[in-house]
């Protein structure tokens, strides 16, 4: 859909208002005008017809050149005479062409004159006709006893000139006003829509975030009253998004502290208990003095990866991109997690595509993404279960898929799942997969899950092929 100014939308109605005005109301008058003389022009030739035959002030038996030049002289009209059978038996005329002389019954329309009085109940008819290339006004008498038409032609060329001055007066004046009134609406409709423009311009930034920007108010009107109300708007919501901020970071600043807390306070309780059992009983057997060794060294792992998950969400890292295969780094993440696998009878199924291309990934970032994945599926299955790990290749680029047999996510959690510090999870802290989520976007990928509650959830990878 088109759109118009407002500056178009003042200056194009005041135009064509002034245009129908100027233009077309003086044409109409004119037309009227002339009109209406042209009826007064009528009555006054027939009167001038009356008196000529009224008074015999000459024979119609046999026009005389005097007496035409008598009619002429004393009315200023052309004189013709004709017969019964529209012959010109004589006229005032001078200077036509031999042309014009063969045409001029034709041209002074008699046969269509006659008609028009045998139509009628007088003996007067008015015509305009055209002579010679000059304009007259006739008027047809018809001389009963004579059969014979009586024709007064008075020019219409001084009228015409005069009309054709005045009409190009009217439409000169017009033009000279059309573009005054052009000058004077642009001049306002600018003074208008300059300020507007300005703000909408100043509310452009203000949806963009720049909040520090003022609107100059240049106008005492109420565009300038609407420009100091967007300034105290601005004002107002700049303030109050400060405070959101703040807010939000003291919010955040508390979640995280109350998660590490939480976080570190489970393994770090599981940990001195088992130094304790180690130091007081000292009569275990190697076996169970090495379960409990592994149980602490996974403790250590859990604060680790809760650390590394903390610190990565206050400071996300730039990306160090290494063209390289993503198998073998997969296969890293899965040796460190082999033997919590084994201790929670997890069977782990590879379906590695060895014909994957190497591509530019930040190494140690996926491998964090990846381990996060890898951690939540272990949880959810528990004990005993199936963990499939594979990876597929397309045009487009690379795919991970994790799968378990864990316990699933309900539908109502899924919408929620990469969202900071939302967890289930008693000792989550709810960190791990929108960090995952981060990781693959900075990469340019994505990272999306399936689950059903029951049965097991999947959860795919994809990294493209730069």
Sequence with gaps: MRRYSIQNKIVLPFIVLFAIVIFVVPLITIALLDQKYGEQYGL???????????????????????????????????????????????????????????????????????????????????????????????????????????????????????????????????????????????????????????????????????????CSVKTHDEIGDLAAAFNQMTQDLRDSRNELIQAERLATAGKMAASFAHEIRNPLSSMRMLAQMLMRKRDLTESKREQSMQYILEGIERIDVSVKGLMDFARPATLERVEQSLNPVLQEVLNLMESNLSHHQISLVKKFDPNLPPFLFDRDKLKQAFMNVVLNAMEAIQESGTLEILTTHDMDGIRIDVVDTGIGIAPEDQERLFEPFFTRKPQGTGLGLSNAKRILEQHGGDIQINSVVGKGTTVSLWLPLM
């Excluded at 062409?97 to 045998?118: F, G, V, Y």
Aim: net charge positive; charged share 25%.
């Design 44 to 214: 006054e030739t027939e009167n001038w017809v009356k008196v000529i035959v009224g008074t015999n002030y000459i024979r119609f038996d046999k026009l005389i050149p005097e007496d035409s030049q008598k009619i002429k002289k004393a009315y200023g009209v052309e004189v013709t005479l004709v017969s019964g059978d529209n012959t010109i038996n004589h006229t005032t005329l001078k200077g036509l062409s031999d042309e014009d002389w063969s045409n001029l019954s034709a041209s002074m329309k008699l046969r269509e004159a006659r008609e028009q009085i045998k139509g009628s109940d007088s003996q007067f008819v008015l015509q305009n006709v055209t002579v010679g290339k000059q304009r007259y006004k006739v008027i047809y008498y018809l001389l009963p006893q004579y059969n014979r038409l009586l024709c007064l032609m008075r020019s219409m060329d001084k009228i015409a000139d005069a009309k054709r001055q005045v009409t190009l007066l009217i439409l000169g004046i017009a033009a000279i006003v059309i573009v005054l009134v052009t000058l004077i609406s642009h001049l306002i409709s600018k003074n208008l829509a300059t300020p507007i423009k300005e703000l909408v311009q100043f509310t452009r930034q203000v949806a963009e975030g720049q909040l520090d920007q003022k």
